[in-house]
């Protein structure tokens, strides 16, 4: 690619959606979280290595510069406990959102775009899985299935698509009703094209706002499950330490409150972080918005 054009198109798609979001307060606080939030999943063990060490001698500390958040039942550091619990929780949000919106948004454009008998066959399993309640669902199977990362972020993505899949149905069949959709079937583009190029790119703003909301979904589902013990204690993660914290009996004592509640703000700080940057992505998608 010319220099010019790889000039041009890392304006378009990084430089002036990076000013769109700085342009908010909010969404460059949330932008700023979610980076934050990436940089210690990613680099976070690195620096600061689990304490593993029991020191019955300092349970309970209050926060101080040696341990900033205080310490568990065992004595052990519970930053450094925050720190290293963020990379599977990270994973298994990052792995369930994607396969929820890949699933929601191809079985959706299906439905919408070419009705009939395949938006009935869609639209019947969609009914059946919405009347399911999913966290029950993902109880028993993780009952029956020994869960690892990769098989519960699968399981909550597939179980997860149906909602989405029927608003993205709806925004499809009110899409291809519009004269740019007439134009591209009078001129014979073939679905793919009509689908992927004219139909999809429309579609991204609403995507993207539910591939990030999705997320934060899986990630409750993830902590309530490993809470609840239904998943093996395979790796630290948040949600271990609320268990461990319930099992310990931190709710009962004044000095162990950080130990409970640290990975309580650390899933509420993710949470926000990426509803704020959502609200943004917003003002990037749609011109209409940013005034």
Do not use: C
């Not at 998943?231 to 630290?236: A, G, M, N, Q, R």
């Amino acid at each position: 690619m010319p220099a010019r054009g790889l000039k041009r198109t890392v304006r378009t798609f990084v430089v002036e959606p990076l000013k769109i979001i700085a342009s908010s307060k909010a969404g460059l606080a949330g932008f700023i979280g979610l980076l934050l939030y990436i940089s210690m999943a990613v680099f976070g063990p690195l620096i600061v290595p689990l304490d593993t060490r029991p020191k019955p001698e300092k349970r309970y500390l209050p926060p101080s510069w040696e341990h900033p958040l205080g310490t568990d039942f065992e004595g052990k550091d519970i930053f450094s406990q925050i720190i290293n619990g963020a990379r599977d929780v990270l994973f298994v949000a990052f792995m369930a959102g994607t396969l929820t919106v890949l699933i929601a948004t191809l079985l959706g454009s299906i439905a919408g775009f070419k009705g009939g008998l395949w938006d009935s066959i869609i639209m019947a399993v969609d009914e059946v899985l919405l009347t399911i309640p999913q966290f029950p669902l993902l109880s028993v199977l993780a009952a029956l299935v020994r869960l690892n990362n990769f098989t519960l972020a699968a399981i909550i993505g597939v179980l997860s698509w149906p909602a989405l899949a029927r608003a993205i149905r709806s925004q499809v069949l009110s899409l291809k009703e519009r004269d740019f959709i007439e134009a591209a079937r009078a001129l014979d583009l073939g679905t793919r094209h009509i689908v992927t190029v004219e139909i999809l790119p429309n579609l991204m703003p609403y995507i993207v706002v539910s591939w990030i909301l999705s997320m934060t979904g899986a990630i409750y589902s993830q902590v309530g499950l490993v809470f609840l013990g239904f998943v093996p204690f395979t790796s630290h993660n948040w949600g271990v330490m609320i268990n461990m914290a319930w099992t310990w009996g931190a709710i009962y004592y004044k000095t162990s409150v950080w130990y409970i509640l640290s990975p309580i703000l650390a899933i509420t700080g993710f949470q926000l972080s990426a509803i704020l940057f959502a609200r943004s992505l917003e003002n990037v998608f749609n011109p209409r918005l940013r005034g």
